[in-house]
């Protein structure tokens, strides 16, 4: 954890937030400690999330004779689906996840700075940012960026003024941690039938479903799948781990409200910014 608030602080650095971070930091405060930390920049996921949502709608419509179509952007289950269900990895759509996306956006235009995501998925730190190193240099799950602060002497009420993200932004991607958020927010219900649209989250849940897919039972079909209950608002590496998913999804509306409040400006960002751009997981 030292060595790479060392390589922060050492270098141009930028923090990418996921939007999890609401259920253990405050808003808009946790910029302000995450630049007092030694980064040089606070971004957020949102543009990152809204660019995936429109290559999965660009996907699905250049492949209308594909049965499935699985989302990607958990870790767990697209190794689940490579170990266990080698016949489904077609199935998973070719397109990197939020976090890559941001870290690609972040790059290209900031070419000299050092990227770190800020986490609530141990499995994102281990399994999906080494897939990346020309764009990711690091993962500080939720857990390590609270012992960080204690260890900095870094104290939320001390950052009590407005603060703003320093990156282009998308107010109701930040419903993508909760289960659905990718669905919901894509709109690509208007690419398939009624039913068709599966939601899906939890272990037991998901090995249900990769079981019909694999014995051919299911017809055409998104899935929408993330490994934690409730999603990633259920991820392991959250400090505030007595929140029941209620409450946690409770916390995320709160915040999309309330950010919703500041106006976005010229950070509101549009497809150009992403031009010339690979969002193709074969692109590492």
């Known amino acids: ?3 790479q608030i060392s390589l922060v602080r050492d270098n ?3 923090a990418m937030l996921a939007p999890t971070f609401i259920l253990d930091f405050k808003y808009p405060a946790i910029i302000g400690m995450l630049r007092e930390l030694g980064f040089n920049k606070v971004t957020e996921l949102t543009f990152g999330a809204r660019i995936v949502n429109w290559h999965y709608v660009e996907y699905i419509k250049n ?7 699985i989302s990607s952007p958990c870790p767990i289950c697209v190794t689940m689906i490579e170990n266990s269900y080698p016949d489904l990895v077609k199935y998973l759509i070719p397109v990197v996840s939020p976090m890559v996306a941001m870290a690609k956006i972040n790059k290209k235009h900031h070419p000299d700075y050092k990227v770190f995501f800020i986490s609530p998925c141990f499995a994102k730190q281990k399994i999906e940012a080494p897939k990346y190193p020309a764009f990711i240099d690091g993962v500080i799950t939720l857990k390590e960026l609270k012992l960080l602060f204690e260890n900095q002497e870094i104290k939320e009420e001390d950052f009590n003024r407005k603060y703003f993200f320093d990156s282009f ?9 909760v ?5 919901g927010t894509s709109h690509i219900q208007r690419l398939f039938q009624k039913g068709e ?3 899906v989250d939890s272990i037991n849940n998901l090995k249900t479903e990769l079981d019909l897919m694999e014995s051919g039972e299911n017809i055409h079909r998104f899935f929408d799948f993330l490994n934690c209950p409730g999603g990633c608002i259920g991820g392991p590496a959250i400090n505030n781990q007595n929140l029941t998913t209620e409450q946690r999804q409770e916390k ?7 950010a919703s409040e500041h106006a976005i400006g010229t950070h509101a960002g549009t497809i ?3 031009k010339d751009i690979d969002f193709s997981v074969q692109n590492k």
């Open 169 to 177: 932004v998308r107010e109701y991607t930040k419903i993508y941690p």
């Open 63 to 69: 492949h209308p004779k594909q049965r499935y179509f």
């Open 12 to 14: 141009k650095s930028i």
């Open 252 to 258: 995320i509306k709160e915040y999309i409200s309330r």
């Open 179 to 183: 289960s659905g958020g990718l669905a």
């Open 272 to 274: 150009d910014y992403t």
């Open 1 to 3: 954890m030292e060595d």
């Open 197 to 199: 649209v599966m939601i």
